[in-house]
């Protein structure tokens, strides 16, 4: 597996040494780069990272959950992921992101895994890339300056909204997002944040955290110390397709893991739940005859299409649940030596990748 590809700045100098001392139990070659955007480069996929957040340990609690969900919050030209960590029924931290096709017949934007690849075989049109805001807030940035006079950094107001929801439990967040929706509140009352829709990213904050469709299970020391969220894009399972990673990490151990692949699907398939806004602005950015989904949303369908084509007898689902929980409890630079035998439960042939994947994400926040 490939290391971190351009990094940001503020977690560069400790992310890429935990990553490649990660990647080196492995065996995998890379070596960092010591640039604005640092780029590693080693055989294999490639990966996007994000900023940590830092959450703090509950006291007296050692259990945590990792809600995720998918929403559309802002417009009709994109979709924003969620994953929310859940301890004692408060929320302790949140990791929120938007996912946008944007122009990159420059090649400035740093588009998801695998876009030049058999994923962006899938984009109506080959400039015009899937990626993540956080991984290119400052080029974002500046087009919501140009275009609608925004003032702060768009990370910055993400930033915010995320630490504004820790503390509260989802139906505190929901009455305060909800009020906000209905004008009885303003902007003003999320201190840092100058987002229009920033009620909609707290709205959906709340409605993640209380959703149990998919949820991830880990534990903490109550007296360890703060925790730090990461989150990470990465190439983990071949190149139609790539991989997001969220971890909660404390003291150099993983407490909990939430993962997903993103693929193009039929979109004939029955049954098929693309991401959102793919009937909308979005998904016309797709190529004929396809729609991007979440394989843990459509597990049943992917599944079924694996046992197809490969004989497969386990759900999708089932096997990356089981990554999630062999990662548990695993120093961070351990990841890369688990195999199937060590992750009890999955029979994916990429159980060693994806394991490796929740090393990577969880070194950046080292």
């Not at 030049?116 to 015009?128: Q, R």
């Not at 120093?331 to 890369?336: F, L, N």
Request: some cysteine.
């Amino acid at each position: 597996m490939q290391a971190i590809t351009n990094m940001d700045r503020r977690h560069f100098i400790s992310g890429a040494l935990a990553t490649a001392a990660a990647l080196g139990v492995a065996g995998a070659a890379g070596s960092a780069l010591a640039s604005e955007k640092a780029d590693t480069a080693s055989a294999g996929s490639s990966a996007a990272s994000s900023p940590a957040t830092t959450a703090a340990a509950p006291a007296g609690a050692g259990t945590v959950e990792l809600h995720r969900g998918y929403a559309a919050v802002h417009g009709e030209k994109c979709f924003t992921q969620v994953v929310v960590a859940v301890s004692d029924g408060t929320i302790i931290g949140a990791s929120v992101d938007d996912y946008q096709f944007m122009d990159n017949s420059a090649g400035t934007i740093l588009a998801v895994p695998n876009s030049d690849s058999d994923f962006g075989e899938n984009y109506a049109d080959a400039t015009t890339q899937l990626a993540s805001k956080t991984d290119n807030h400052e080029a974002y940035s500046a087009h919501m300056a140009e275009a609608a006079g925004a003032t702060l950094d768009w990370l910055a107001s993400m930033e915010a909204i995320e630490a504004f929801a820790a503390g509260q439990t989802p139906d505190e967040l929901l009455a305060v997002a909800e009020q906000g929706i209905n004008g009885e509140i303003g902007i003003d009352t999320v201190s840092g944040c100058t987002l229009e829709d920033t009620f909609g990213y707290l709205n959906a904050i709340a409605t993640v955290a209380a959703d149990d469709t998919l949820v991830s299970a880990g534990s903490f020391d109550a007296a360890g110390g703060d925790m730090t969220l990461s989150r990470a894009n990465i190439g983990a399972h071949g190149t139609k397709g790539f991989t997001d990673v969220v971890t909660l990490a404390q003291g150099g151990t993983i407490v909990a893991a939430s993962i997903d692949d993103f693929q193009f699907m039929d979109a004939t398939t029955e049954g098929l739940t693309p991401v959102p806004n793919s009937d909308a602005g979005f998904g016309e950015n797709y190529a004929e005859g396809v729609a991007l989904c979440s394989k843990s949303q459509n597990s049943e369908a992917y599944s079924a299409a694996m046992a197809s084509k490969a004989g497969a007898t386990q759900s999708w689902l089932t096997s990356i649940e089981a990554i999630e929980a062999g990662v548990v409890g695993v120093p961070v630079v351990s990841t890369p030596g688990l195999d199937v035998d060590t992750i009890s439960g999955s029979t994916l042939t990429s159980t060693t990748s994806y394991a490796a994947a929740c090393g990577i994400t969880a070194a950046l926040g080292m």
